[in-house]
């Protein structure tokens, strides 16, 4: 019995260790690609800076969106879970919080007045 739980207070520390070494590689990938982002940035005009905004806020309306279909696509097919999740999320259920595509340009002029 007690090589039992030596046995298995191994394997737990392994499989914690396991674990723990993909989730610090991808958190120093993620810092890396901050970076990189940053000092892209860094090096822009501030009219190219002022351009990209308005581009990633674009983009981010229609990721948003996109990923909003993609979900409603799958409403039927979700676990009651999952539905409770989709049901209760403003981020991915934009259209229920009353914040549908008329939410993008509100977002948008938002971005633009914080300069």
């Known amino acids: 019995m007690k ?19 993909p989730a610090e590689a991808a958190e120093q990938t993620r810092i890396q690609t901050q970076s990189e982002v940053q000092n892209r940035f860094r090096n822009m005009s501030t009219d190219q800076l002022l351009e990209q905004q308005r581009v990633m806020a674009q983009d981010r309306d229609r990721d948003r969106d996109l990923l909003h279909k993609e979900l409603k696509n799958r409403y039927r097919i979700m676990t009651q879970e999952q539905k409770r999740k989709f049901d209760q999320s403003p981020v991915e259920n934009p259209i229920q919080q009353g914040m549908g595509q ?12 914080g300069r």
Do not use: D, M, Y
């Open 3 to 21: 090589t039992l739980i030596i046995l298995l207070s191994a394997s737990a520390i392994l499989l914690t260790f396991a674990h723990a070494a």
């Open 102 to 113: 008329g939410s993008s340009g509100s977002t948008g002029s938002g971005g633009k007045g």
